[in-house]
């Protein structure tokens, strides 16, 4: 979910509310991971996952399952 607008916006992921720039430490596939929201736009989050060397782009109405690799 994405809420507010333009600098304002909050991104909800996993239950945890991201502002722009933000890092919360989130389970993942059983493994606790430190996660960054690095932009929310209209109809996506963009998040950097410790571990990951590749930013991953979340959708709104779209499901994602993260896994560890």
Known sequence: MISGMGSN?????NG????????????IAS????????????????LSISGDSQLRELKIGEPQVL???
């Open 9 to 13: 916006r909050i991104a909800t992921v």
């Open 16 to 27: 945890q509310p991201f502002a722009q720039g933000e890092s919360h430490m989130l389970t």
């Open 31 to 46: 493994t606790k991971r430190v996660i960054q929201c690095t932009d929310i736009r209209d109809q996506s989050v963009v």
């Open 67 to 69: 896994n560890r690799r």
